[in-house]
């Protein structure tokens, strides 16, 4: 269980990956055992579902680690430090702080909840889940020529119009 934990296994600034069932949810971590994240801009959408990326918005929420969890596995991933040189972490804390409770464009391909993470600590927004090819069979889905990209591994079989989508 998340309270035995010990919290030396993170630290302010670290970014926890939240392995969920065909994708990975992210997070940083602040304090006291809570984290800030991208959630679904209300009811409609349950926290922590897939069906949580169909809206285009997304609130940042400060929420207790064990709360996002939803008892699914998780890691601290700074997979980046190699890559890039992460921000002092009194500024990473500060800018993260100053993003709680606000609306923010949220957008599977190209503003989600790993872009949104890797800026805070890096000033870089990055996500490794969205690649150019996925090599998965099933579902593509095509927002600009030559971008491809399989949902079979989600489980999506909708069109999502509201970013154009076409599947194929």
Known sequence: VLASIPS???LPGDL??????GYEHWAIYVEDDCVVHLAPPSDEFEVGSITSIFSNH???KYSRLEDVLHGCSWKVNNK????YLPLPVDKIIQRTKNMV?????YSLIDGNCEHFVNNLRYGVARSQQV???ACL????VSRNPGFSWSLEALGLLEIYHSIGWIIF
């Open 80 to 83: 980046l430090d190699g890559t």
């Open 16 to 21: 926890i990956e939240i392995f969920r069932i």
């Open 101 to 105: 409770n606000k609306i923010v464009q």
């Open 58 to 60: 997304a609130v940042v």
């Open 137 to 140: 069979p099933g579902v593509s």
């Open 8 to 10: 030396m296994k993170y």
């Open 131 to 133: 690649r150019k090819e």
